[in-house]
C-alpha cells in the first residue's frame, strides 16, 4: 500500500499523485488506522518527504510493524521519472 499525505485535495490535482495510492490527509491519519492493512508494507508520501516521516511515527506507535516513508516524496518520486496522476 502507498498512502498520500498531503493537507489538501488541490495540491493532489495539481501537484500530482501516485496512482493507486490512497488519500489520507496526515490531519486525519489517526481517525482512519482502520483503512490501512496491519499486514501489508505500507509506504507513505507527501510532498517532499517530511511529512511522510511523521506520519510513519503515527503507525509505527498504533502497532504497524511494516512501515516506511518514501524518500525525497512525490518530487523524489517524479525525479526518478516514475508517473503520477493529476486527476
Known amino acids: 500500500i502507498i498512502s498520500g499525505l498531503v493537507g489538501a485535495?488541490?495540491?493532489?490535482r495539481y501537484r500530482g499523485h501516485?496512482?493507486?495510492?490512497?488519500?489520507?490527509?496526515?490531519?486525519?491519519?489517526?481517525?482512519?488506522?482502520?483503512?490501512?492493512?496491519?499486514?501489508r508494507l505500507v509506504v507513505l508520501y507527501c510532498h517532499s518527504g517530511m511529512s511522510s516521516i511523521d506520519g510513519s511515527y503515527v503507525l509505527k506507535r498504533a502497532g504497524y510493524p511494516r512501515v516506511r516513508s518514501l524518500a525525497g516524496g512525490i518530487l523524489g518520486w517524479r525525479e526518478a521519472?516514475?508517473?503520477?496522476?493529476?486527476a
Request: cysteine-free; glycine content about 6%.
Open 9 to 12: 485535495e488541490m495540491f493532489i
Open 18 to 39: 501516485i496512482d493507486g495510492a490512497p488519500h489520507i490527509p496526515i490531519s486525519k491519519l489517526a481517525e482512519r488506522l482502520t483503512e490501512i492493512d496491519r499486514e
Open 81 to 86: 521519472g516514475n508517473a503520477t496522476q493529476t
